[in-house]
């Protein structure tokens, strides 16, 4: 399975953007799938994360400003991002989990944050 990630750029701070990750295979044990994001000089951290039941949760520095969904039957998820900052700036990495031990990393996505 492969990721296939989209929808990065540059923005101004206080601007938007919408990520989309798109997995090429349905996992029949899907566990988890997730939008981290790793920062100049920084860190790898979670930004959101959905699991099989929709049960979601993001990363504290979230607050309100991100939206995490997911598209079952596209395979998908899609991060919505509002309100961004110059500290958002970072790639920007789609993850799924499946079964006990199954992962795999998407290529990144770069997102800029700057005026």
């Known amino acids: 399975v492969r990721l296939v990630e989209s929808g990065g750029g540059l923005v101004k701070p206080g601007g938007s953007l919408t990520l989309s990750c798109v997995a090429t295979e349905r996992m029949n044990t899907f566990f988890e799938m997730a939008w981290y994001r790793q920062g100049p000089g920084k860190e790898r951290e979670l930004v959101a994360a959905?699991?099989?039941?929709?049960?979601?949760r993001y990363g504290d520095f979230v607050k309100g400003r991100f939206t995490i969904s997911r598209d079952k039957e596209k395979n998908m998820v899609t991060l919505e991002m509002k309100n961004l900052k110059a500290e958002d700036t970072a790639i920007y990495l789609c993850?799924?989990?499946?079964?006990?031990?199954?992962?795999?990393w998407g290529p990144g996505t770069q997102v800029t944050v700057s005026s």
């Open positions: 993850n799924l989990r499946w079964g006990m031990r199954g992962q795999t």
């Open positions: 959905v699991r099989g039941g929709d049960a979601i």
